[in-house]
């Protein structure tokens, strides 16, 4: 199921932002995903956003107002990261990757949470469509 591809995306994007090293797949991890392109769609997930680190931080980071991104809880980001690697790299339309990460947020995060996620994807979308 893609939605848990994504939660698992996410978790491990999500950890990525506290362990600097780079990935090394445990197969276990993805071994809930029952379908091969439910986990090579996870995988994908993951391997772009790890290639599009600094790109990513440079996008959301420009779309914050009146945040450092420093100060953005790790969630958040980690949603965000997410939901932008699958638009920008991945070619998944925005408003399903948007809804699916405000599905996890509401899940993982504060109550304020998928407003704030939701307001600066949709900055991002914008300026990504002008």
């Known amino acids: 199921m893609r939605s848990y591809a994504r939660e698992l995306a996410f978790k491990l994007i999500f950890e990525r932002l506290f362990v600097k090293n780079s990935y090394t797949f445990?197969?276990?991890?993805?071994?809930?995903?029952?379908?091969?392109?439910?986990?090579e769609f996870?995988?994908?997930?993951?391997?772009?956003?790890?290639?599009?680190?600094e790109n990513l931080t440079s996008i959301i980071?420009?779309?914050l107002v009146g945040?450092?991104?420093?100060?953005?809880?790790?969630?958040?980001?980690?949603?965000?990261?997410?939901?932008?690697?699958?638009?920008?790299?991945?070619?998944?339309?925005?408003?399903?990757?948007?809804?699916?990460v405000l599905n996890l947020a509401k899940k993982y995060s504060t109550n304020k949470s998928s407003r704030f996620i939701n307001g600066v994807l949709s900055s991002v979308i914008k300026k990504i469509n002008n």
């Open 67 to 100: 945040y450092e991104i420093d100060r953005v809880y790790k969630t958040d980001l980690a949603l965000m990261f997410e939901a932008l690697t699958e638009i920008l790299y991945l070619q998944t339309p925005p408003q399903i990757a948007i809804n699916e």
């Open 61 to 63: 980071s420009s779309n």
């Open 42 to 53: 996870a995988k994908n997930i993951v391997l772009e956003f790890e290639k599009n680190h």
């Open 26 to 39: 445990d197969e276990e991890f993805f071994a809930s995903l029952k379908k091969e392109e439910d986990k």
